[in-house]
Every structure is written in C-alpha cells, then in structure tokens.
C-alpha cells in the first residue's frame, strides 16, 4: 500500500492548462504503475493515464489523446499530468491511483487511491 497524493488543479478558461502532480509514499520503491482517473457528478469513472514509474509503457484514454502528458520522476516519487486545451467537457474530479501493474490500474482496480482533486474548466 502506498499513500497517493494529489495537488495542483483548480479552475481553468477552456483552451487553458493545468498540471496535477502525484506524490507516492510508503511504497516498496520497486516500479509499479501510478495513474489518474477522473469521475463527475452522475458519470463513470474514466481512466485518464497512467505509466510506469520505470518509465515503461503509457496509457491514454481516448478522451484525452494528444491533450494530455504523463511523466514519471521515479527520483521524486513523483508523476506529473500536464493537461493542455482544456474543454469544459474536462471538468471532474480526478484521482491518482497506483497499482503493481497498469493493466489492472486501467481495469479500474488500484490497490491505492489519492483523495481526489477537483479540475473545473469554464468556457
């Protein structure tokens, strides 16, 4: 189990960016693979990216192909999301989540969450 988590988001005008950081702690410092999930209110939970803390394989989701960047800073136990062209349609809630391998990171089965960090995009 490691403790995720999240700062940076906040409010936005649509075309603009954001970066949300991820900082991992009490892991067992061997890779794993950390991502971000986003959810509003009555909708889904949508994979948004996820990595390799190695540097290894990256996963987008569809929604946010070419908007969005994942980076992992192994040295700082740290993954960045940089978000760019921001459209209202991003506005959630996003969550950082980690997991020994990304394939059952994307299935939606983490074994850790961060609290959450709210990203509102306004036209």
Not at 23 to 30: N, Y
Not at 107 to 121: A, Y
């Amino acid at each position: 189990q490691v403790r995720l988590v999240e700062s940076g988001g906040g409010s936005v005008q649509a075309g603009g960016s954001l970066r949300l950081a991820c900082t991992a702690s009490g892991d067992s410092s061997s890779s794993h693979c950390v991502g971000w999930f986003r959810q509003s209110p009555g909708q889904e939970r949508e994979a948004v990216a996820a990595t390799y803390t190695d540097g290894g394989s990256i996963y987008y989701g569809d929604s946010v192909k070419g908007r969005v960047t994942i980076s992992p800073d192994h040295a700082q136990n740290t993954v960045t999301l940089q978000m760019h062209g921001l459209k209202p349609e991003d506005t959630a809630m996003y969550y950082c989540a980690s997991a020994r391998f990304c394939r059952k990171l994307w299935d939606g089965s983490p074994t850790s969450w961060g609290q959450g960090i709210q990203v509102t995009v306004s036209t």
